[in-house]
């Protein structure tokens, strides 16, 4: 699975890889990463839903039941 997710993460911007690595990696809050960013807390919302599904898509995992 490792070299599946490293180039699933390789295929995003860098703007959704930092924005899911503060989240994920770094155990930041949606608050926390919006801050971090500068960017408003609805931005990490909507980016973060469209990163996951992203690499759903590419790691060809089914999607979420939300």
Known sequence: MRPALA?????LSAAERD???LVA???LSY?????ALK????????RLHRVRAK???HLDLPEENV
Do not use: K
């Open 39 to 46: 960017i408003p807390i609805g931005t990490v919302r909507s």
């Open 25 to 27: 990696w770094a155990d």
């Open 19 to 21: 924005l899911l690595l």
């Open 55 to 57: 690499l759903r898509r």
């Open 31 to 35: 608050e926390e990463a919006a801050e």
């Open 7 to 11: 180039a699933a993460l390789a295929r």
